[in-house]
């Protein structure tokens, strides 16, 4: 009797595990759109997406991410896997490799009746390396930042792809042609209880915004979301991982956004000064790196993640 009612209760009266069970089916079910021989399927951290472990019969590995219906849609998610697969060409930047359906597809959407929506689903190569959180040393953010700027220098090629803005205050301000428009920010600090801190922080990340302008070498495609849980560390080589948030913004949000990250470290100062001493290693005359634009960004970023939390 339990497990009929397991099997037939609404999917959002589920817990965390009840869910994951119903995806891991679903998960199954989009692997067989690959050429993949699967030995093992395993659960992995439950993050907005729902993300398994593939260990293959032929003793590769492999991470399927089954997308959340909320988040970017089967379009934006295959512009994401096709900026990843043009990384894994073009430079030498370890990030996920996409693995092609047999229908040479970079993702698949799948349909489960015990699933209230279909899922977009994709299949990358897994990516070896250690999290390094309260071990960071200035030498890995000294990488992460070279690495950074390297990623922002391919970002700058790569128009077109149907990704959106990072810097939108909220989902109704991504439906806006003016994210920050009058209408955006009053509905964001109503989210806030009226906190008018947000009001002046959009405007000063508009001010910089202005200044910075939007050519090539200030503004692209940018990872998005750079904070710890989304760089790795294998032999000394950082591999950024998650481009799941990522989309067009001025490269100054990611180094914000890494930066602001560090800050429950005691060594947060000497690791942001690394961080940005390795992005000008490769970039060396980048307006991103200044210190007045970084702080602007990580006030957005903060009101960002505080507006995620209410809504």
């Known amino acids: 009797m339990a497990d009929f009612q397991a099997n037939t209760r609404p999917f959002a009266e589920l817990d965390r595990a009840g869910r994951t069970r119903r995806l891991r089916r679903l998960a199954e079910a989009a692997l067989t759109a690959y050429a993949v021989p699967v030995a093992r399927l395993t659960p992995l951290a439950h993050g907005l997406n729902t993300s398994f472990r593939v260990d293959g019969a032929d003793g590769r590995r492999y991470v399927l991410r089954v997308q959340r219906p909320d988040g970017p849609g089967v379009a934006q998610v295959r512009a994401e896997m096709a900026w990843l697969a043009a990384l894994g060409r073009e430079t030498d930047l370890v990030v996920p490799r996409p693995v092609p359906t047999r229908a040479r597809e970079l993702a698949t959407v799948v349909a489960d009746p015990a699933v209230p929506e279909p899922r977009t689903c994709v299949l990358c ?117 998650d481009f799941d948030d990522c989309g067009y913004g001025h490269y100054a949000y990611d180094l914000a956004v890494a930066s602001a990250a560090l800050a429950h470290l005691p060594q947060r100062d000497e690791l ?22 970084l702080a602007a960004f990580a006030g957005l970023r903060r009101v960002q993640l505080r507006l995620r939390r209410a809504l």
Do not use: C, K
Not at 134 to 145: F, H, I
Not at 273 to 293: I, M, N, Q
């Open 125 to 241: 190569h897994w990516v070896d390396g250690r999290f390094a959180d309260e071990r960071l040393g200035t030498p890995q953010l000294y990488a992460v930042g070279a690495a950074t700027a390297r990623l922002h220098l391919h970002g700058s090629r790569m128009n077109g792809l149907d990704r959106g803005r990072v810097d939108d205050l909220t989902e109704f301000g991504r439906t806006q042609v003016d994210g920050f428009s009058a209408a955006v920010v009053e509905r964001a600090v109503a989210a806030a209880g009226g906190d008018e801190t947000v009001r002046e922080a959009v405007a000063r990340v508009r001010a910089v915004r202005a200044e910075l302008g939007y050519g090539a070498d200030v503004f692209g495609l940018v990872h998005g979301d750079l904070r710890q849980d989304n760089y790795l560390f294998d032999r000394g080589r950082v591999r950024v991982i």
């Open 272 to 293: 942001r000064e690394a961080l940005v001493d390795g992005y000008r290693s490769v970039r060396p005359a980048a307006a991103t790196t200044d210190p007045e634009v």
